[in-house]
């Protein structure tokens, strides 16, 4: 599986960015998908993830109510719409696929990981 995440860019804080996450193949199989991000100098944190069905969506603490999970499996993409953005949203943002059906928050669950993409929020 090969994942391509896109829509990175520079932000005022305040404003909002929409990443996208385009696999090239994607199965209930192998279904769960998951954003994460990697400051400089910091270690990979969750962010966000949702399974098959998007009935299960998960969040890290520090983006609940900013930022939104979605799918398309027709379309083989997971997006992550961003509001409220602050400077400490920034980093390079990563999209990831696990198999399995529920959602995992540790990136050491993740077989198959996209280039990340660079979101950088000034104040």
């Known amino acids: 599986v090969q994942l391509q995440a896109s829509g990175g860019g520079s932000v005022q804080a305040g404003g909002s960015l929409r990443l996208s996450c385009a696999a090239s193949r994607l199965t209930s199989a192998l279904a769960i998908m998951g954003w994460f991000r990697q400051a400089l100098g910091k270690e990979r944190e969750f962010i966000a993830a949702?399974?098959?069905?998007?009935?299960?969506?998960n969040y890290a603490d520090s983006v609940k109510g900013r930022f939104t999970i979605s799918r398309d499996n027709a379309k083989l993409t997971v997006n992550l719409q961003m509001n409220i953005l602050k400077p400490e949203d920034t980093a390079v943002y990563y999209c990831?696929?696990?198999?399995?059906?529920?959602?995992?928050?540790?990136?050491?669950?993740?077989?198959?990981w996209g280039q990340g993409t660079l979101v950088t929020v000034s104040s």
């Open positions: 990831a696929a696990r198999r399995g059906t529920t959602t995992r928050e540790s990136p050491n669950d993740y077989e198959y």
């Open positions: 949702i399974n098959w069905s998007g009935g299960t969506r």
